[in-house]
């Protein structure tokens, strides 16, 4: 059974600084894997999606890197802003059969950034 | 293009009730999946429909039910509500079924069972 577990659960930094949000999961079998933000109350909006055979994809101030072998991602965020501030989820999708549809979550990391 | 929508946005109800919510996925999307997002549990798959057709379903009780209509919109259905349903349902379309689309959600239904 395939779990998803992202590092830190919660992460509070200055405006302007990097950071990275870890994300790792258990079987190494996925199609790909995409990175969400969510507002508090809202639904998710998708930021990078990234392929099994791809190693990353960068979108503006993030970056996320694919490490499949090892069975973890990491989203990348340059020059953090205020408006950074929610929940990221990553997700994979596992490889094969008929389980396209089905994402498998992360407990997510709740990110604060301050003015 | 319009994104995903679903209706009602907020919904109460009281335990053993049913309720049916609804979801149109972007235009052109032809897989629509529902999802249940928690506290306590997060974001947990239900079912995903392409077609008209059942996919792939997630490990939810029976009272747990959908079906997708011609035009891509789908409903799920939730019968004898029990307190442990009060979540935020979340619906996401994609344009097919391959793994290789991006799955784009909807804004949610907030289920409130009292």
């Known amino acids: 059974k395939q779990e998803v577990t992202q590092i830190p659960a919660a992460l509070s930094v200055p405006e302007g600084e990097n950071l990275v949000l870890n994300c790792s999961f258990t079987?190494?079998?996925?199609?790909?894997l995409q990175w969400f933000r969510q507002d508090p109350g809202k639904g998710l909006t998708s930021l990078l999606l990234?392929?099994?055979?791809?190693r990353e994809q960068t979108s503006g101030r993030l970056n996320a890197s694919l490490d499949k072998s090892s069975g973890r991602s990491t989203l990348y965020i340059a020059a953090s802003q205020p408006g950074d501030s929610a929940t990221y989820l990553c997700?994979?999708?596992?490889?094969?059969?008929?389980?396209?549809?089905?994402?498998?979550f992360g407990q997510g990391t709740i990110l604060t950034v301050h003015p | 293009k319009a994104g995903v929508t679903q209706t009602p946005r907020y919904l109460i109800k009281t335990r053993g009730q049913q309720v049916t919510l609804s979801c149109s996925p972007i235009?052109?999307?032809?897989?629509v999946s529902w999802y249940q997002q928690t506290p306590g549990q997060g974001l947990q798959f239900l079912f995903e429909?392409?077609?008209?057709?059942?996919?792939n379903k997630g490990n939810f009780p029976g009272r747990f039910s959908g079906r997708q209509f011609s035009n891509s919109r789908s409903e799920m259905n939730v019968s004898t509500l029990e307190l442990g349903d009060s979540a935020l349902y979340l619906c996401?379309?994609?344009?097919?079924?391959?793994?290789?689309?991006?799955?784009?959600f909807g804004p949610g239904t907030r289920l409130t069972v009292l």
């Open positions: 996401a379309s994609s344009f097919r079924t391959s793994g290789a689309d991006t799955q784009y």
């Open positions: 079987d190494s079998a996925i199609y790909n």
């Open positions: 990234i392929q099994s055979s791809q």
């Open positions: 997700a994979v999708r596992r490889g094969g059969g008929t389980s396209y549809g089905k994402l498998t």
């Open positions: 235009s052109g999307h032809r897989s």
């Open positions: 429909y392409f077609s008209e057709t059942q996919r």
